[in-house]
Structures are given as structure tokens and as C-alpha cells.
């Protein structure tokens, strides 16, 4: 029988560890021994966490932090900082004693002291917001990586835009074993080759250890010929030789590609008999091996106890860069695109903007056009991305289906930066994660589009959007049955409900060319999480015939009232609020009134204060409409209220035959305002 | 700008298509013909469609199923056929053009004229059930490479078992370029090499072409040297040289190592204007060009029409298998193990597992002990594995933690399969997406182990699980905040929601030892369609104090009656029934008297009869508690319900302290209930 952690002595490990530390103690080894004491302190006083990762790389962490990585611990959110990113974020205590060590406000010993407490800066995982620092939060295994790669595109864009003397920096990453399991670790990987981005550098933690036991219990492949198949320069050091890891960090400055260096590591490194094994990997070391430790590392302080001069030394690596983010404060000072960079560098929007989506809705009102809702967002877009200098699409290989494309945009490419559109191939969930990246960096607003459907292949991705309130708009077209004949594979049902059930998103399911190009607006605007446009494939009429404000802001809203006493309130979302509006009719020529309630996001609307809610769903009998799952709808209906919808997955046939099918039709709404009559 | 489809021309392949057709047509040519045109006319029939795969892979196909795959089409169910998968289903019509050319019943010319349209057989992507001979549901990309891994796992498991007089099949693939480009092709890759699954064929169609345009807009990498360093044997050919194309099978039948075979193909092959561009993807080719294409071909026939030499020659290649299937069955018909390996692949249970899983519950109910829901879950899989035979384990390596692992179960490896576990690494989607493969092959009931949050990387694989109605169980441990210091990136929140609005999943959250008892029992008796196993990290009391059925199958069940009336009725499911039944005793203590209702399923549940659901839920005010987002609940706690439970993300911190910061507590229920008093 296998066992868990059989990977029992690793006495090749506990031989290395012993050769390492029978050499004498240089000071870079001490700044680095003070990250492995301070993680097994965190570990210890929190009784669990992860210290084998902070120990593992320690030796490698210093190295950056120390001669590489362009930062000023005075000010974390200067703009042309390098970026790093824990992608392995269970080895949070690296970055925490990284933070303090070097000397950021924020990150005091008494904050590591409450490691893993509720309210501490120092979480479990890096978390986004906790400090101006922590550049994402990391925790899911790939994400940093992928997310990575979206802030050194962030980088490549605005270095096009700005020039070099305002944005010329690179983007670090420690990754693990996991990191590079995971299959967006192929998405990521394969896009930053192809855009040969090669102001990225991932340091990857090779220490041969997952929590099951050794890697070899499940991998065979050398990711480093992988990431080189993908157009990345690569090398592999020993994590504990501070001259080779030095040496491989000043190659990779002159890289012209991605640069990936294998830092071949021992876990744990110092715990004398957890080195080199998973038990270092996920749990305290327990006081005695902790103690133990401490002495095979030469570090007889007490525990969170750092040497003066220590703190010196780490504090002298912290203002490094001081110099160099004055000077560029100078060349800000003087730069011709000041006023716009500091601008998008601070998320503030475009002056203009608003009036010329105004005058853009008021001629829709006009025209009234029968578009599907992608249409619209292109026409949206028409408009958007010319004021909206900032904004970067994408698809994942369906620009034709998700209309993302518009005129003016180049796509991006190794060769020309110069551009607004990416062209992020089949991948989803990369995509998804190197929008958070573009979203992260600043300077940029990130949307990008796939099927409704594939939003699954993203989820984790827009969870984490959603955890770091980010700015990213996701267009997904195709948004339900109405997608037709390619079938149930491609019909989203639950992935509205699935949505709204994940808090800080915004979903909006815009029921023509106004309401879309108002949920544009919102989507803009919304700087406290992502925004998922859900479009259509097919066309639909104009609904709204007047372009009176931003109705959608309030997420649902009587788009016709009843003429006289409400006999139903019909309640519909997307293209079926046009099948609300058709039975509407129909019924008023029978002389029964109702009122159509249309409800783009739900979100928006569980916001509003309880008169103008009371208002809008009346006291009337309720009806929904939406062709997907009716889960999460009883909130809106009552106890008395109908739902028309889908109850499974849907079928391959045209989409006007599959609403008859399954019954999403105006008869079927007419039939159930009539048998409330009853 | 870059334009859509902008590789415009592509003279290269015409030159190249033109100098195939000049060669005189061959039989085999005539045969791949014959696929070439009926792709055409399904495609134009349903005036939608993707005919430029099936029109690239015709040769290739071909030259697979006349000469190599190991198949009968008087038999579709044989259990020792080779397994073919369509990754690429958009091109479905290549696999219906297959099946009815070499003579399937069920996939008459009827079918194929009914492309695409409601209750076709012919469905947009291929539905697995519409038609025994489709192995899989495929569409979403890169899944039916990663099912077929599955599948290849599972042959080799069971030739371990049963042995290869009875198992010796092989399982072929066609990928697409946008497959490979998935992430979850990494993870399927990797461990397919991994576990040397040398009976796997991979034939990618090298098409050079994705909707947006050429590849070369979104990818540098070599695929084939990817899946060469991850183990695989490699090999590129011309996808339209016969001679290549049989000689590259020929050697993938004595390979050690799965196989990837690169056909170089130009998408759309015979179309004259549109072969070789995006164009020839996804929509018909249109009256004109479909002409023309048939006319360069020298195809010379009405749609639909196949003359009857064709058909022939294809019913020859449809049943080159009978012989072989003859003399299999007569080995099984002599086989020692005959019985078990029917009883197996006919997914029929044990006899004897029943009873043995009661008697396990009688004596939980005896020891009454305090556990984890994930231990509770190891401990009914020590009773489970020696009592069904065909249950096959694993976890994205997290098996310490998801508690998959029992006695007697050796991990698989590339040496040895007589093996019932399996280390899938740091892949829950490719893990997700084998488990599918493993129950799609028949023979083995597959369960696999990550935590609840990460459910979400699972979630396009659990989809197709659900649309194929296969079984597969989902051991979900670390269910909630109840995980506590490692914070909200793993903490499922929306994650329970998420999943019940999916159809045909059931969401099982036991609540001690019994419940999990049950839902194992449920999951394994659930044929039609995935479950989820969510499952606490935390220990819980014990609840069910006897043993009394399997009262979980109801979906919810009242676990404590009010003594007297109702005051109010507590629904609570998994560790929340623990804080129910407390707040229980408090408020009797005070003289207040309430039900609680544990909630194991509400899919089970809502199947129940209006009668049984009504005396569950009673008429007294309703409170929910779940420690999750309350999404949902409002269906079973009325209009005057009150929900106790999270409204946004978590935090890192303690359980018990994360409980009482977000109000979920004994004391919140009493509180609640209180209030409905006055």
C-alpha cells in the first residue's frame, strides 16, 4: 500500500542540508535565515500554515530582494515598481517576512506575530487589500503565474503607450510544483512565450515535493523543456547557491524572452529531519523541530527576534531603489503624457466619456435596432473604445462570435505592443487570469470574451477578480438556448445562477442595444469587481424607445407599466423580456393589464432600498422569465410566483424551435398571467 | 488592424489541395469522400455547421477505422472495441458520416439529414446516449482528450484485473489545435505520460487554423515536443498521404508510450476557395462552393447520395471487427472471472455491499463518535472498497486531507495497475475529466478527492458528468469557513449554490457519521449523473443516534421533532445540524419548543411528493442555516423565512472564531427564533 508522505528520510536532502550548512555564515545567508526563522514563527504561534516553502526559498527571495528587484519599501505603490507575486501563496509567511524585513509600513512584527488571525494583515494567503504590497492574492495554484503574465502584458502595453522612461519594469514570480501542474500553467505559459514577454521572470520552487509525497508519484515531464517549447529562456541553479542564483538572475535581465529559472530547493531547509520531505510542507514544525532548526540554521534568537543589524541589512535592500523612484519621479514630473498616465495609473475615467455614450444611447432610441445583444456591444464599443483610451480587448478565439473587435484596435503581438486587442488563443481560464494581471497592473481596463458557457473554464479566475474587487469585464455572448443547433454543450443554463450566487460579481443581461450599452457604462464603472456582460446570439427588437438615463444602474425597472391595476407583474431578463413585452399585449387586447418588469442584474437591484424594490415587483402576482435555471428566482417571485424557464439542459435545434420546446414562449406567459385570474 | 480570418488565401494549401486532387482517386480517397460529402450536405442541410474538420480528418479517419480500429458495427456495446473519441466535436459530422458509412444501426441517412435539428440523433456536438457507438459527449475543448486518458486508465486497470484475454482495447483520439491549446490538454497530457498509457492514440488534426485565423496569432509552441517531453511517442505526417497515415499507425500499435500523431491537414480539404482558411470552420460552405467542392473532388452525386460500391467497401471496413469479436466472446465464455467482469461492465453492485454498509451504520450509531465528515467518509471507504470491488479512488494531491485513501489500495503507476488508486497530481480538471473517462469505459466506479473550493477548476468536467448522466462521486472535503486560517481562496462560499442550480447533480452534505454513511451509499447507487461529497474539515458530534434506513435519500428528513407544536423549524445541513440541535436544547430550556430539519440533498428533496415535503417543512416560521451564501434557500424557507448563513467571502482565522464573527452560531438561531415570537 502507498502511504501519505512515504517519501520517508530524503537522506540525499538531509545530506545536501548538512553540506550547505557546514559552511560558514555569510550575511546574505543570515538575511535569509531571518525570512526561515520568522516563517517558523509565524507557523509556530499560529499552529499551522506552511513553512517548508518560505525555508525552501529563502536563499533565492534574498537574492531578488536584495540586488534584483526594483522596489522602494518606502512607497509599495510606486508605479514602475517591479512586480512580485507569491503564485505559491500557501508560503505566505515568505512575502510577510519579505514585507517586514525590508522594511514596508504595515507589515510590523506584531502584524506576523497574528499570522493566520482574523484581522491580520498577514492571512492565511496573500490577500489583496490587506497591504499595498501584496500586488494579488494567491492561494489557487497556477493563478499567480497566469495573472503574472497579465501584468508583464500590462507592462509591454504601456511601455508602448508611455514610453520607457515612465513604465520599464519586470514582473517576478515564485511558482511551485502545483503551479506548473495545473493546466493553466499551460494557458499562461504558452501565451508569455508567444508575446515573448520577456520582462517576466519565474522562479520556480523545484523542491520535488507535493503534499501526496514526492512529485515523482505524478510527474514525469520536465517543465522546463516545456516552458522552452513555448519560447522561454531557461536555467536551472542550485536554491542555495546565492553566487548561482545571482549569476542566473543577471542573465535573465537581458533576456529576450520569458525567462523561467529552476531553483532547485530542499523544503523546509534547516528543519533537520522534515527537510526535503511534504511533513515540512503544510503543517508546524512542531516547538522541538522548530527549535532544532533554528540551531542547525545559526539563529540563537528568540522567537520573532531579529538582530539589529540584520534589520539593517535587509532595511539597506528595502531603500535600494529609493534613488531610482526619485529620479523617476523627476522624469514624470516632466513627461508630456504626465496628466494621462497619472490618470489611467489611478483608475479615473476619461472626461467626455459619459456624454458621448449619451449622445450615443439617444440615437439608438432613434434608430431602434433589431440586434443581438453582442451586436449592440459592439456598437458599444464602436463608441467606448475610442473614448476610453484605456481599454484592451480579447477573446479566446471566438472574435467573430463575441464581436470584441472593433476598428482602431491592433492586436497585440511580440512585435508591436503598440495595440489594444489579444489575441489569447483557445484559453479560457488564461485569459480570464491575465485580465485580472492587465486589471492588477493599473493603467489598463481589461475586457475579454468566449461563449457564456466556457465563463465555467474562468470561474476560478473570476472568483479571485471577486475576492480583489478588480475592474475586469467579461462579454459573454451566447448566453443561452438561443445559442441554437450547436446544442447543450454550448448552453449555458445554471452559469447565470451560478453567478449570482458568487459575491462582487456583476451580472448583466441587457435586454437591447440601450440596456447594453448601459450595462456597458455600469461594467465601467464598476471598480469594486468583475462585470459579466451576457449577450445573445440572436437578434432582438428595441425595447427601450427612450433613452431616459441609465435605468439598468437600478438593476430592474418597470419597463411598461400596466394600463390601470397591475393583474401580473411579468419579470424578465435578456431576450426574454421581449417575449414579456409580446405577451403584454397580447393581453391587454384581452383587457388584462400587466406590467413588464425588465431586470438586467440582479446584483444592482438587491441594492436598492426596499420602497423603490416594493414599487417595481408590485403586489401583483409575479411572473419570471428567463430562459436558464430558475434557482435563485424565488427570491424575486414570492411565494405565489411563477417561473418560466429551462429545468434542465437544453437540446441541438434552432432557437426558435427550442424555446417552443421547452415552453419559453409569450403563450406560455399569457397562459400563466390567465391562470392566476382564476 | 488585424482583421478576423484575415489569413486570407492561404495558397499555400490550395496548391498543395490541388496537387492531391490531380492524383488519380484511389478507393480509399472515394472513402474519405464519402465523409467529405456528407459533412457537406448535413452542414447545408442544416444551413450551420462545422464542415472544415470532418473535411481535413476525412483521410486520416479513414484510414483509422478501414485498417485499424478494432470495432464491429453489428455490436456497438462490445466491451473490447477500441474507444474512439471526437475531442474536436464540432466536426461531429465526421463521426456520424463514420458511423452510418460502416453500417451502424440507429445512424440511417434519415439521421444525417436531421443534422441539427430537435430529437436528431445528429445532435450539433456529439450527445453521448443518442447513439451507442458515441463514446462521449464531446464540444467543450480539450475534455474528450482528457475523458479519453480516463478511458485508457481504465483499460489498463481492468486488463490488470481481469486480464488481456478479456481486455485489450485501444483508445484513439481526434484533437484539434484549439484542444491543445486548453490547459486541461497539459494535465491529461502529463499524466498520461506519467502512467505510460501506451494504448492511447492521439491523432491531432494539424490544421494550422482556429476561428480567429491562423494559429500562428496565438501560439509558438510545438505541441508535439510538449507531449514528447511528458512521455508521449511523436510523429508528424501528412494528413492526406494514405500511405503515411497507415504507416504511422502501424508503429502507434507497438508504442510503450501513449502516442501523438500530428496530421497535417488543410481544414475544409476539397473546398475550392475556402480549404484551408477559418472560413471553412464553422458554417456551411454555401450552395456554390459545396459544389464546386464535390466537383473537386469527383464526387459526382446527389446529397446525400453514396453509391453502393462506396457503402461496401465501408460496410467491409464496419465489420473487419466481427471475427474478433466472435472469438472474444468466447473467451469470455470460458472465463474463471466471467461473471464479475459482466457483473462490472454492466455497472451492476455487488451483492452483500447493502448489508454491510447497515451493519457499519448500526455500529456508528452505537460508537456515536465525533467526527469529521471527512473522516466519516474514510472510515465508510474502509468498509466500502473490500465491499465494492469496482471502486477506483484518487485526489488532485490532497489525499491527506481529503482522506481518499484507505487500506489495501495501491497506488497506480506506470509498472502496475493491479492498482486502486490514483495520484492525480495537482490536476483536479484533468482529474475530473479521467473520472468521467473511467465511468465512460464501464467497469469502475471512479471517486476522487480535492478540496470544496477548488471544485470550480472541476466544473467544465462535472458539467459533461452531468450532461452524460455517468457516474462519478466527487469527495469534497474542507466545505466551508469551517476550514478557517487558510482563508477565503479556500473557503467555498457560493460553491453549494453554484452546484444545485446545475441539473442533474446531487449535492450530498452529510452532517456526521451516518449521513456520510448514507451519501456514500446514495452516490453509489446514483447512475445518472455526478455527486458531490461536501465534506467538513471540522469535528462534528454525532446526531443520528440510530441507525433507522438510509433517511438521507429523502433529501431532508426531520432529525428532532418539537415537542409539542412547532414554534419554528430549523433546516440546517452538514456541521450546521450540530449548531441547530444546540440551539434546540437552549430554546427547550426556555420552553420553546422547534424541529430541526437536517438538509442533506435538496435535489433528493425537491423529488419528494408535495405531502412528505410539507410535514417536513411544517407551517411554524422557517430558518435556514448553512455556512454559505444563502443563494437558493428562499425556495424552502417561504416568504417569512430567515436565513442564517455567509452573505459575502471569508477571512483567515480560526473555525470557531470565523463562526461567531459571521453570526453563525447557536445563540444567532436562538436569536432568530426569538424574534418570530414577538
Redesign the interface.
Same mark, same amino acid.
Given at each position: 500500500?502507498?502511504?501519505?508522505?512515504d517519501i520517508s528520510g530524503n537522506e540525499a536532502a538531509l545530506a545536501r542540508q548538512a553540506e550547505i550548512l557546514s559552511q560558514p555564515l555569510t550575511g546574505e545567508r543570515v538575511m535569509a535565515n531571518a525570512i526561515r526563522a520568522l516563517a517558523i514563527d509565524g507557523v509556530e504561534a499560529?499552529k499551522? &500554515?506552511h513553512p517548508g516553502m518560505p525555508m525552501g526559498m529563502a536563499d533565492a527571495s534574498t537574492v531578488l530582494w536584495k540586488k534584483f528587484l526594483k522596489y522602494d519599501a518606502a512607497d509599495a505603490s510606486w508605479w514602475d515598481r517591479d512586480r512580485f507575486v507569491l503564485s505559491a501563496? /500557501?508560503g505566505s509567511m515568505l512575502l510577510y517576512a519579505l514585507l517586514h524585513l525590508s522594511g514596508y509600513e504595515g507589515m510590523g512584527i506584531e502584524q506576523l506575530k497574528t499570522f #493566520?488571525?482574523? /484581522? +491580520?494583515v498577514a492571512?492565511?494567503?496573500p490577500?489583496y487589500h490587506e497591504h499595498p504590497a501584496i500586488e494579488m492574492? =494567491?492561494?489557487?495554484?497556477g493563478q499567480g503565474l497566469a495573472t503574472a503574465v497579465g501584468m508583464a502584458m500590462a507592462e509591454r502595453l504601456l511601455a508602448a503607450k508611455f514610453g520607457k522612461s515612465l513604465v520599464d519594469h519586470r514582473t517576478y514570480v515564485i511558482a511551485g !510544483?502545483?503551479?506548473l501542474?495545473?493546466?493553466?500553467?499551460?494557458?499562461a505559459g504558452?501565451?508569455a512565450?508567444?508575446l515573448k514577454l520577456n520582462k517576466l521572470v519565474v522562479l520556480w520552487d523545484d523542491n520535488s515535493i507535493?503534499? !501526496?509525497?514526492g512529485?515523482e508519484?505524478?510527474? +514525469?515531464?520536465?517543465p522546463l *523543456?516545456?516552458f522552452a517549447?513555448?519560447?522561454w529562456a531557461t536555467k536551472r541553479v542550485d536554491g542555495h547557491d546565492f553566487a548561482a542564483l545571482q549569476a542566473a538572475l543577471a542573465w535573465a535581465q537581458k533576456s529576450t524572452k520569458p525567462v523561467m529559472i529552476a531553483c532547485k530547493t530542499i523544503i523546509g531547509f534547516g528543519a533537520p529531519t522534515k527537510a526535503g520531505t511534504a511533513g515540512s510542507h503544510g503543517a508546524a514544525l512542531g516547538g522541538a523541530e522548530a527549535q532544532a532548526a533554528k540551531l542547525a540554521l545559526g539563529w540563537p534568537h528568540l522567537p520573532f527576534h531579529v538582530p539589529e543589524e540584520v534589520y539593517k541589512d535587509w532595511h539597506e535592500a528595502g531603500s535600494r531603489g529609493a534613488g531610482t523612484r526619485r529620479a523617476w519621479l523627476k522624469r514624470l514630473a516632466k513627461h508630456p503624457q504626465r496628466a494621462e498616465f497619472e490618470r489611467v495609473m489611478a483608475g479615473k475615467l476619461p472626461e467626455g466619456w459619459v456624454e458621448t455614450m449619451s449622445a450615443y444611447k439617444a440615437s439608438l432610441a432613434e434608430t431602434k435596432p433589431k440586434l443581438a445583444t453582442r451586436q449592440s456591444s459592439q456598437k458599444a464599443l464602436e463608441v467606448l473604445v475610442p473614448a476610453v483610451p484605456e481599454l484592451v480587448g480579447g +477573446?479566446a478565439?471566438?472574435? &467573430?462570435?463575441n464581436l470584441t473587435?472593433v *476598428?482602431?484596435?491592433?492586436?497585440a503581438s511580440a512585435d508591436n505592443f503598440a495595440a489594444r $486587442?489579444i $489575441? $489569447?488563443?483557445?484559453?479560457e @481560464?488564461?485569459m480570464a487570469a491575465a485580465m485580472n494581471g492587465l486589471a492588477l497592473h493599473g493603467g489598463l481596463i481589461p475586457y475579454g470574451g468566449t461563449f457564456f458557457? @466556457?465563463s !465555467?473554464?474562468m470561474?476560478?479566475a473570476i472568483?479571485?477578480a471577486?475576492?480583489m474587487h478588480i475592474r475586469v469585464i467579461h462579454v459573454l455572448t451566447h448566453d443561452s438556448i438561443g445559442l441554437?443547433? !450547436? &446544442?447543450?454543450?454550448?448552453q449555458p443554463?445554471?452559469h447565470l445562477? %451560478?453567478f449570482?450566487?458568487?459575491?462582487?460579481v456583476l451580472v448583466l443581461r441587457p435586454a437591447d442595444a440601450v440596456e447594453t450599452a448601459e450595462a456597458w457604462e455600469i461594467a465601467i464603472r464598476n471598480t469594486t469587481g468583475p462585470s459579466l456582460l451576457v449577450l445573445s446570439r440572436q437578434a432582438i427588437p428595441a425595447l427601450r424607445l427612450v433613452a431616459n438615463g441609465c435605468k439598468s444602474a437600478r438593476g430592474a425597472y418597470v419597463l411598461a407599466e400596466a394600463e390601470g391595476k397591475r393583474a401580473a407583474t411579468i419579470i424578465a431578463t435578456g431576450t426574454e423580456v421581449a417575449l414579456a413585452m409580446g405577451a403584454r399585449a397580447k393581453l391587454a387586447a384581452e383587457g388584462i393589464q400587466v406590467a413588464v418588469v425588465s431586470a438586467p442584474s440582479f446584483e444592482l437591484f438587491a441594492r436598492q432600498d426596499a420602497g423603490y424594490q416594493a414599487e417595481v415587483l408590485g403586489s401583483a402576482r409575479r411572473i419570471g422569465v428567463e430562459a436558464a435555471?430558475g @434557482?435563485?428566482w424565488? #427570491?424575486w417571485l &414570492?411565494?405565489d410566483g411563477v417561473f418560466i424557464g429551462m =429545468?434542465? @439542459?437544453g437540446? %441541438?435545434?434552432?432557437a426558435e424551435?427550442?424555446y417552443e /420546446?421547452f415552453g419559453i414562449t409569450e403563450a406560455a406567459i399569457v397562459a400563466a398571467v390567465k391562470k392566476e385570474g382564476n
Open positions: 500500500m502507498a502511504s501519505i508522505g499560529a499551522c &500554515g501563496g /500557501h #493566520r488571525q482574523l /484581522h +491580520s492571512a492565511g494567503h490577500e492574492t =494567491t492561494g489557487p495554484l !510544483d502545483g503551479c501542474m495545473e493546466g493553466v500553467s499551460h494557458e504558452a501565451l512565450g508567444h507535493s503534499i !501526496d509525497g512529485t508519484l505524478s510527474v +514525469s515531464e520536465d *523543456k516545456r517549447n513555448y519560447g +477573446s478565439d471566438l472574435t &467573430g462570435s473587435l *476598428k482602431g484596435m491592433a492586436g $486587442y $489575441y $489569447y488563443g483557445v484559453r @481560464f488564461g458557457v @466556457f !465555467d473554464y470561474r476560478p472568483r479571485l471577486a475576492l441554437g443547433e !450547436d &446544442g447543450p454543450t454550448h443554463i445554471e445562477a %451560478s449570482r450566487a458568487m459575491p462582487n435555471c @434557482f435563485g424565488e #427570491r &414570492g411565494s =429545468t434542465g @439542459f437540446a %441541438s435545434a434552432p424551435v427550442l /420546446h
